[in-house]
């Protein structure tokens, strides 16, 4: 733990806590901490630090790099000299690292940065360890000291003494540049190599030992510290004084220009509300034709490009837009691996998912690609990836998404953004530990998604985000990963159900049938709509109206999917009026539907003996195979070829199978929709894990930090057991567990350990973070979802419990 972050955490008000807190909600996530010294650890923590650090822009991480460059006592002033600006300047950005707890200022108004953030950047601006490092260690003897004092052309005096000299002879650049004066040839460009592309690089340990080279006479000097063989380091002051007075780390406090146009918000919103609509139909349409015909797998993982084009070709969608909707519907549970049907099919989520209304449906398309950690659009070196294939990138396309969305939607309203390239730069100012090359990669992918999805519009090559995106934009926190099945952060967010009703408002659930059996619509259709018309109709044109063309065969197709003459008219009535023509078409087909049958058959038997097959037709213990005379001489049986002969052999017949002869082919149907329903979800790199039957959850509500700080300060750091009295008190009280259970609860207590709890009157309870107080133990039940109170007499089982 910080001692330094605690110490200050006590000094601090309750509005100020509660505005740490709101920044970092993951400090206070279940089980929330109960004092101030438990939050300092959480708020140390290295992950926890490193995920802060993701969500400030650039000029915070360059006024804690400065600050770390300059050592760990350096003030405010001190700091703004050595970026070459006013006083004031990096103050806005040092108050908001306080915010994040990341740095804060001391009782003698020096910056204090924490310690995980120390930790990981070692080298800040390019700098190496300060002398004192080098200077002060063990490895360094008095004597070698002394030699670098005479080097250096000063008095020799004690280790200390000595050390403070040094430091002070190679911290002054003018000093240094004299020195340099007097270097052998090479030393200067030996040494400018490690001043800016330092500070650690590798060397030939070999010339370090060679009399009058330029290594030997930099590790002489104190200018270069071997720390192995073929590894040399620059201390930090040496480097800045050979950097020389007008050095300057980056400091960019204002963000990069981008080139914007105006919109007219009207034009935004209509587009919004084609898109929208557009995106859930074709989904509906995507998945209805997997239901048909399983997405068979690579053996690399993922979907092969014919079957992304042949979805694309029976759907009608383009295959940008199929290859997005594949990969939102997997993340989204929608389409999974299913064994038996050998392919990618929906799942039982989906039968749910499209008797939900039309808002719901796209949310849930939404939150999937809000957490979607792969582009579908994204190319490399030319080229698409495989579609739901493993993605290296993995969590930073995810980011990257959500980064480039929340910049889009910073713009003032009715504003678009005419510069992609400044637009990747202003990203990159918002959030600069994105990698820069990946970023410029996915940019362009993550404005067309989201053009597909309605969350921005194009106009002229200008993208402006729509009041959908903006809505999703501020749900990054709620994002979650890949993994998740469901997220009723973002799926139920209040902004977002508003602005997803909006979108879909404009859908047409009616049709203008004409008398040159054409039905238009004029606006975007339903999903039901258009899988009515899709099922009896061809469709011609898409857009701002979609015309469908029915044709006999289109009518046929509707007849051979099981729908009546009635039935398909009926259904066109509802949602138009049906004009005498179509009438007439309609009714012609059927009748002629029908007039040749075929027929489906596992395998056929055949015999000379018209007689002998009457015999067997007959026979009661066949009876099971179904049996059907086709020819006087020819059978059809029910059961594959294998059954049958079992079945005649046992029944006192001899048959014999025969090859196929080539001229007629007797297949087995395939199934056209798989039994289960698909329980295996899809993971990158194609391998598959078991879906189970979740129900979702319920949103708990977010922390209130207010209270949270409310409830610290008024408890402060004191309260708990004693330390090394736990063993004692358990021996003493929990009399009823055997040792080893007394030890499992112990390291409850010690190290908030998780297990699983009996009590006397039979409750169970899974429990961690507790504290002892008075024969009770105090805590955290994950059941009730809050901390309880629990008579160590009472328990009667403790055993282990894993996540």
């Known amino acids: 733990m910080d001692d330094h972050l605690l110490g200050w955490l006590k000094t601090l008000d309750e509005e100020r806590l509660a505005r740490i807190l709101a920044n970092r909600p993951d400090a206070i996530a279940p089980p929330w901490p109960r004092r101030l010294g438990t939050l300092a650890q959480r708020l140390g923590n290295g992950f926890a630090v490193m995920e802060a650090l993701r969500t400030l822009p650039l000029p915070a991480l360059e006024v804690v790099e400065a600050a770390l460059a300059l050592g760990d006592r350096v003030d405010a002033a001190e700091l703004a000299r050595f970026l070459r600006v006013p006083e004031e300047a990096p103050a806005p950005w040092l108050d908001l690292l306080a915010d994040h707890a990341l740095a804060w200022p001391d009782g003698e108004g020096r910056i204090r940065i924490v310690g995980a953030l120390a930790r990981w950047w070692t080298a800040p601006c390019g700098l190496g360890e300060p002398l004192a490092h080098y200077l002060d260690s063990w490895t360094v003897s008095a004597d070698a000291l002394r030699s670098l004092a005479r080097s250096l052309g000063l008095p020799s005096g004690s280790k200390r003494r000595t050390a403070a000299a040094i430091a002070g002879v190679l911290s002054d650049a003018g000093r240094v540049t004299a020195l340099l004066a007097r270097a052998p040839e090479g030393a200067a460009r030996l040494l400018e190599g490690f001043a800016w592309d330092g500070p650690v690089r590798d060397v030939d340990g070999g010339r370090f030992v060679v009399p009058g080279s330029p290594e030997k006479w930099a590790a002489d000097h104190g200018l270069l510290f071997r720390t192995s063989w073929n590894v040399a380091e620059m201390p930090r002051e040496v480097a800045l004084a050979l950097r020389g007075p007008d050095y300057r780390p980056p400091f960019t406090p204002e963000p990069p220009d981008l080139a914007t146009l105006p919109v007219d918000p009207e034009t935004v919103d209509h587009l919004m509300t084609l898109a929208a609509p557009h995106v859930v139909e074709r989904c509906a349409a995507m998945l209805e034709n997997t239901a048909k015909a399983p997405l068979p797998l690579l053996k690399a993982g993922g979907v092969g490009v014919r079957e992304v084009r042949r ?417 004692a008190v358990i021996g003493r009280m929990a009399s009823r567990l055997p040792t080893a259970q007394q030890s499992l609860l112990g390291f409850v207590v010690d190290r908030g350990v998780r297990a699983a709890i009996t009590l006397a009157d039979g409750l169970t309870a ?14 955290w039940c994950e059941e009730a979802g809050d901390y309880l109170e629990f008579p160590l007499s009472d328990i009667i089982e403790v055993r282990g419990s894993y996540a």
């Open 311 to 727: 979805v694309a070709r029976e759907t009608g969608c383009d295959e940008d837009e199929t290859r997005l909707l594949l990969e939102v519907c997997a993340v989204a549970r929608l389409l999974a691996w299913d064994e038996p049907a050998g392919g990618l099919v929906p799942t039982d989520r989906f039968d749910r998912w499209r008797l939900d209304d039309a808002p719901a449906r796209l949310r849930v398309l939404l939150a999937a690609w809000w957490r979607m950690e792969r582009s579908s659009l994204r190319r490399t070196r030319g080229k698409y990836g495989t579609v739901l294939g493993d993605d290296p990138a993995g969590a930073a396309v995810a980011r990257i998404r959500r980064a480039v969305l929340g910049v889009l939607a910073r713009l003032p309203a009715s504003t678009a953004c005419a510069d992609t390239g400044g637009l990747v730069r202003l990203v990159h100012w918002h959030a600069p530990l994105l990698d820069p090359a990946l970023l410029a990669e996915c940019a362009p992918a993550v404005l067309e998604e989201a053009r597909l999805l309605g969350l921005t519009v194009r106009d002229a090559a200008h993208d402006a985000v729509t009041d959908l995106g903006r809505a999703l934009a501020v749900l990054d926190a709620d994002a979650g990963d890949e993994g998740d099945g469901f997220r009723p952060a973002v799926e139920h967010d209040p902004g977002l159900v508003e602005c997803s009703t909006r979108a879909m408002a404009s859908v047409r659930r009616s049709a203008l049938f004409g008398a040159d059996l054409t039905a238009v619509v004029t606006g975007p259709p339903s999903t039901e709509l258009a899988a009515l018309l899709d099922r009896a109709a061809e469709r011609e044109s898409r857009g701002t109206a979609s015309v469908w063309r029915f044709t006999p065969a289109s009518v046929r197709g509707a007849l051979d999917a099981g729908h009546t003459a009635d039935g398909l008219l009926a259904d066109l009535a509802e949602v138009g009026v049906v004009p005498q023509p179509l009438d007439y078409l309609v009714r012609d087909v059927a009748r002629r539907h029908g007039e040749v049958t075929v027929t489906t058959v596992a395998c056929i038997v055949q015999a000379a003996d018209p007689a002998l097959l009457a015999e067997i037709a007959a026979h009661r213990r066949l009876s099971r195979l179904g049996l059907r005379l086709l020819a006087p001489t020819v059978l059809a049986s029910a059961a594959p070829a294998e059954r049958t002969l079992a079945a005649l052999r046992e029944n006192g017949y001899a048959p014999v199978p025969v090859e196929d002869t080539g001229e007629i082919t007797v297949r087995r149907t395939r199934i056209e929709e798989p039994r289960d329903g698909g329980r295996l979800i899809l993971l990158p790199g194609g391998q598959v894990a078991e879906l189970e039957q979740q129900v979702p959850p319920l949103t708990e509500p977010a922390p209130d930090p207010r209270e949270h700080a409310r409830r610290l300060l008024a408890t402060g750091g004191e309260g708990g057991q004693p330390p090394g009295r736990t063993w």
């Open 766 to 779: 899974t429990i961690s973070h507790g504290e002892l107080r008075s024969g009770v133990l105090d805590a």
